[in-house]
């Protein structure tokens, strides 16, 4: 994990979770799942958009771990980095399925 994200997650413990915006396939491709995909089916059923920028995957890899759920997480000071690169189009701060 990145040390900027592991000093935003002391500076901000308790930022609430938002689910399913971000999901990892079994061929280990990230997608980004807006409102309107999450809406028409779960994953993978409907995927949404596969995420092709080679940094911004990498960040997602560096950052995101499993919860003590095996849901993947992603915080949301590392969540914020990643609506920049996107066009600040997100408002959510973790991925994976509920628990």
């Not at 997650?9 to 999450?38: F, I, S, T």
């Not at 059923?45 to 940094?55: E, N, T, W, Y």
């Amino acid at each position: 994990m990145d040390e900027i994200v592991k000093a935003a997650l002391k500076k901000w413990p308790n930022v609430p979770h938002c689910w399913g915006w971000l999901a990892l396939d079994a061929r280990g491709d990230w997608y980004m799942r807006d409102e309107r995909v999450q809406h028409a089916g779960p994953f993978p059923q409907v995927k949404g958009s596969r995420i092709l920028h080679d940094k911004l995957r990498e960040f997602i890899h560096r950052n995101y771990a499993a919860d003590e759920h095996g849901a993947l997480v992603l915080p949301e000071r590392a969540a914020a980095r990643v609506r920049r690169a996107r066009g600040g189009a997100l408002g959510v701060a973790a991925a994976g399925r509920r628990p």
